[in-house]
């Protein structure tokens, strides 16, 4: 019948509880009718009572009780008001009773007590009200009963019936109303208990905790509906089982707090483990739990909430993320790389290995990021980042350091896998030309390389020798890398001294400038000067530009100082003019970040006009590799220059690029021969070679040419043989203070002393070769160490 009835109600859970709950209220009823029936026959076999008494009573109890079944069978009682149909199978009980009793006056004081138990299968459904129609009923009956069998025996052979229904007559009554009170109250109680878990399971459902229990195993056995509504994992799936069998694997430390709490059988809060949902995602979970021991204090388990922490933990994972790892490359960062150095060099010290800390800075970064802009800058980063990432192992450490720098950490392995072939690789990754917003980029990079235990057995020690040794590999030309030495300290200290007195240069007013002349091999004139920069500084004395232009390009500084050149420079060209020189062509240099300078065009436009003098009569110099670094631009920034009115000379000439393809791409106005090839005239054949080549390059291109570094006759000779357009060098005068050089634009001699060279080396000595490295060549000079 469960079977059928289930099948009914579409296997819904609900029906199949409502129709287990009134099929077993029938199954009671029918057992106790059964048991009625056994007692009749036994009744009939004890002589008591006669076989057609029994079989008339079985007939009537058994025909209700089938009547019922086949009323259940069909789910006849599902339109009753109350399907468990208690009221007309107690009615059918009572009645089949008094059927009984009426047959057999001899088992009616035994069959009587079936009332009882009638009236308490009542008790637990009907109200006090029904429960005394019932005894009504009872009482009604039997006395009926009493009254049919008068006729037999009167009074006396009723006395005990009459007795009977008396005391069940007040008996009854008292039960119906007692009975029906303490149901009444049982029920009222269960109402607000429903009521109370309904506040709860709503309250539950509110909020995002979920509620659950546990045994005195720690298994769970009750979990709320809110973890499948929150977390995405179905109860069940924790039902049976303890929190140690539910964490994933590889099953983090953190239940340690847990298993303490519960061995001392203590409550715990906020307890966190992880667990897969039911769509095998990872979730963090948080539990608060409470002990519930018995009245021995036996623990009888646990209870208490939990809540889905998965939000959060990701939140803490990307904070910790993002405190460890650069922002833009997504590599580790300065504080992680500490750490990851500490360990490192830990392990190397227990295998008895060596550990290379590289630091690598890319060249002319800056420039690229000024003139491109920073979004161009920050692709080409995550490039290069990413390409140093592929050239290097798993057991290595990549990290951004700020800006262009990087600090690799490469452990040794068994194998011996620290070669300088590594490095060339990193370099040759880094080298490769990069594609960024449309740009085709060239970068190289310098790397300082510090060894442990050799250079240092501390982390911050490596680091800071490997930029010192990074430095050097900047000094000796870039694109290089260069092995950490000692003495390369005292480089870095030295540097250190002139970064500060540097920056305190500009306002101490330490800056002059020099003039050197350029003289036209036709007419023998002075056609222009080179304005060359030096510091007088107060403790070394005067400081020639390759000592700081680099370090002042590293630092920024160069872009103040190379606007006060120009200023200072046109000023003077203009004051000269005004004061009755000849026209001259003024020349200054231009390093890479004042090219790079958004606002140059304008401020070149601006110390024109301040000053008054001509623009054609500015000459800009520019390296070759200023301009290759990111051909488009260059070739905007010298349109705009070109048509400013300012010429254009490419300095240092041959020592680059020297590319058929600029001269032509590029306004150029005058390429400079660099001194390298005109001190070899007369020694080196070659030189002497590409020194033709170039001036009759230029001259096929209309580019006018200048030698820069003319000391010999023999230079001036050989370049006058090849149509040089103009010298400039000591043969024909050094670098000279701006009263010297007037003297000498004005056709007047020399006052004592004039010279740089004179300066440098003795007043009025005849001028020869004198060593002076380029921009960024940098060696400390002996007065500097001195000091
Ligand atoms: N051996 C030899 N050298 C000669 C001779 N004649 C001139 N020189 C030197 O050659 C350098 C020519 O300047 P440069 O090629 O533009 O090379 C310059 C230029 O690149 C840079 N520089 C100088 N002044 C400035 C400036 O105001 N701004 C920038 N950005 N760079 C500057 O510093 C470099 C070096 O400048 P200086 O030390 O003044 O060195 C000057 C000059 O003193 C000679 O006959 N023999």
């Not at 690598?360 to 980063?381: C, E, T, Y």
């Not at 007088?536 to 160069?558: C, K, N, S, W």
Request: hydrophobic content about 45%.
């Amino acid at each position: 019948m469960a079977r059928h009835q289930a099948a009914r109600s579409g296997d819904d859970p609900a029906h199949l509880s409502r129709d287990t709950l009134w099929i077993s209220r029938f199954m009671m009823a029918a057992f106790s009718s059964l048991a009625i029936c056994i007692l009749l026959v036994l009744l009939y076999f004890a002589g008591v009572t006669d076989a057609r008494a029994v079989i008339l009573s079985i007939s009537a109890i058994v025909g209700s009780v089938l009547v019922f079944w086949l009323i259940f069978w069909f789910g006849l009682n599902r339109g009753s008001r109350d399907p468990s149909l208690t009221l007309p199978m107690a009615t059918s009980a009572v009645v089949s009773l008094l059927f009984a009793m009426t047959l057999s006056d001899v088992t009616r004081d035994v069959l009587v007590s079936y009332f009882g138990l009638v009236l308490l299968f009542c008790v637990f459904r009907f109200r006090t009200p029904m429960l005394l129609l019932l005894c009504g009923l009872i009482l009604v009956g039997y006395g009926a009963v009493i009254a049919l069998s008068w006729p037999v025996g009167g009074w006396k052979a009723h006395s005990d019936d009459i007795a009977r229904w008396m005391a069940m007559a007040t008996a009854l009554p008292m039960f119906a109303v007692i009975g029906g009170n303490i149901m009444a109250g049982r029920r009222a109680a269960m109402r607000r208990l429903a009521a109370s878990e309904e506040r709860f399971r709503r309250l539950t459902a509110l909020s995002s905790d979920w509620y659950w229990e546990q045994d005195a195993a720690l298994r769970f056995t009750t979990v709320s509906a809110g973890l499948e509504t929150h977390a995405g994992i179905a109860p069940a799936r924790l039902i049976g089982k303890t929190v140690e069998e539910l964490r994933a694997d590889p099953a983090p430390e953190e239940l340690a707090a847990y298993q303490n709490a519960v061995h001392a059988r203590q409550s715990y809060a906020g307890i966190e483990w992880r667990m897969r949902d039911d769509a095998g995602a990872l979730r963090w979970i948080s539990m608060d739990g409470e002990p519930t021991f018995d009245a021995a204090g036996e623990l009888l388990g646990y209870y208490g909430t939990g809540r889905d922490i998965t939000q959060r933990r990701q939140a803490e994972a990307l904070v910790h993320f993002r405190a460890h790892h650069d922002a833009l490359t997504g590599l580790p960062n300065r504080a992680l790389l500490n750490d990851r150095l500490a360990a490192a060099i830990d392990q190397a010290r227990a295998v008895s290995r060596e550990l290379w800390v590289v630091f690598l800075d890319l060249d002319r970064f800056k420039l690229i990021n000024d003139s491109l802009g920073h979004k161009v800058g920050d692709m080409l980063l995550q490039i290069i980042a990413q390409r140093m990432q592929g050239v290097l192992r798993g057991s290595d450490t990549i990290a951004r350091m700020g800006g262009d720098e990087f600090v690799l950490l490469l452990p040794d392995s068994p194998a011996g896998s620290l070669s300088t072939a590594l490095i060339a690789r990193i370099m040759d990754a880094v080298c490769a030309p990069v594609s960024a917003a449309g740009n085709e980029l060239l970068i190289s990079c310098s790397m300082g390389i510090a060894v442990y235990p050799a250079d240092g057995d501390a982390g911050d020690m490596l680091v800071e020798h490997a930029d010192v040794a990074m430095y050097r590999a900047k000094q000796a030309g870039r694109n290089n890398f260069r092995f950490y030495k000692a003495e390369m300290n005292e480089l870095a200290m030295y540097r250190l001294r002139m970064e500060s007195d540097l920056r305190n240069a500009i306002e101490s007013q330490e800056f002059v400038l020099y003039y050197q002349p350029q003289m036209d091999l036709k007419s023998g004139r002075i056609s222009g000067v080179e304005a060359l920069l030096r510091w007088q500084h107060p403790r070394p004395g005067l400081v020639h530009p390759a000592e700081f232009i680099g370090v002042a390009e590293e630092i920024g500084l160069i872009v103040p100082i190379g606007a006060w050149v120009l200023e200072q420079a046109c000023t003077q060209a203009a004051a000269w003019q005004r004061a009755g020189c000849p026209p001259l062509q003024m020349a200054i240099n231009l390093s890479a970040r004042q090219f790079a300078q958004k606002d140059l065009v304008s401020s070149i436009d601006a110390a024109l006009r301040r000053s008054g003098l001509a623009a054609s009569q500015l000459e800009i110099e520019i390296t070759e590799s200023l301009m290759m670094t990111d051909v488009e631009q260059a070739a905007a920034t010298l349109n705009e220059l070109k048509r400013l009115g300012v010429r254009l000379s490419v300095d240092d000439f041959g020592t680059g690029y020297s590319s058929l393809y600029y001269l032509k791409r590029f306004p150029i106005d005058k390429l400079k021969i660099d001194r390298s090839f005109v001190r070899d005239i007369g020694s080196d054949p070659d030189s002497e070679a590409i020194v033709g080549a170039i001036i009759s390059l230029a001259h096929s291109l209309g580019l006018s040419v200048v030698a820069e570094g003319v000391e010999r006759h023999e230079q001036l000779a050989y370049l006058a043989r090849c149509g040089c357009d103009s010298m400039q060098g000591y043969l024909f005068s050094a670098p000279l203070e701006s009263e010297a050089m007037e003297r000498m634009l004005r056709g007047l001699p020399p006052s004592k002393a004039a010279g740089e060279r004179g300066k440098m080396a003795g007043a009025g000595q005849m001028p020869g070769p004198v060593a002076s490295g380029k921009a960024g060549a940098f060696n400390p000079p002996p007065a500097w160490e001195r000091k």
